[in-house]
């Protein structure tokens, strides 16, 4: 069975500090990865994906995550956060027969509230 | 586009009351699921439906059920609601193939007392 560790439930930080979100995972198969952000009162939106390739990968508003298959981690990182990132963070986890079978077939880790004060 | 939408936003019940939690998404996705979101608890997959005429348990099936009524719609049915289902709960559908992602709607916020 797959498991998803984020290791912070709440990270404060400045306007424009840098930020880091901390992701394990636990699975006996490959697996592929995702980054979930929920703003208030919404549902979640796609931040960014490791699906194979290259282990860094990024999104449109600045983020990155690398897969490290070593260490079973998926980190998320942002080198200067800005108030409008102020959000919760979900990691999350997925294997070939449950993804190929239905991209919504994902073990989500239990959430990071970003805060990002001025 | 109104993507996926989710009726109603909040609803109130009292234990042993029954209700269903519709979705419809406008996007022509095959698949559709539903989750539940506690507090310190992530998002835990209820229920899904891979393609139009199909259903499968997700991590937490018991006390609900589910019908795709067509491609475009998905219900949550529980049928004698429980407080532990006080819960928000989240709709979502996806396309076919590995670069799809999930569309959520906004959510229903369920109490029951």
Redesign the interface.
């Known amino acids: 069975a797959q498991s998803?560790t984020q290791l912070d439930?709440q990270v404060p930080v400045f306007e424009e500090a840098p930020v880091e979100l901390r992701c394990n995972y636990s699975s006996s198969v490959s697996v592929y990865l995702f980054w979930?952000v929920q703003y208030p009162?919404?549902?979640?939106?796609?931040l960014l994906?490791y699906?194979s390739g290259s282990t860094l990968v990024k999104s449109i508003n600045g983020f990155e995550a690398e897969f490290n298959k070593s260490q079973t981690s998926f980190h998320l990182r942002k080198p200067s956060v800005h108030i409008s990132d102020t959000a919760e963070y979900?990691c999350a986890v997925s294997d070939l027969k449950n993804?190929?079978?239905?991209?919504?077939?994902?073990?989500?880790?239990?959430?990071t509230k970003l805060s990002v004060k001025p | 586009n109104a993507g996926v939408t989710q009726t109603p936003k909040f609803q109130v019940l009292k234990t042993g009351q029954s209700m269903t939690l519709q979705c419809a998404q406008d996007m022509n996705h095959n698949s559709m699921y539903w989750y539940r979101q506690d507090p310190g608890m992530g998002l835990r997959l209820i229920y899904y439906s891979a393609s139009e005429g199909t259903t499968d348990k997700g991590e937490v099936p018991n006390g609900y059920n589910v019908s795709r009524l067509n491609k475009r719609e998905f219900s949550l049915r529980l049928e004698s609601a429980a407080p532990s289902q006080t819960s928000v709960y989240f709709c979502a559908s996806s396309g076919t193939g590995f670069n799809e992602k999930l569309f959520f709607g906004s959510g229903t916020q369920l109490s029951v007392l």
């Open positions: 998803v439930s979930y009162n919404q549902g979640l939106q796609l994906k699906l979900f993804y190929g079978g239905s991209q919504g077939n994902l073990i989500f880790g239990k959430g």
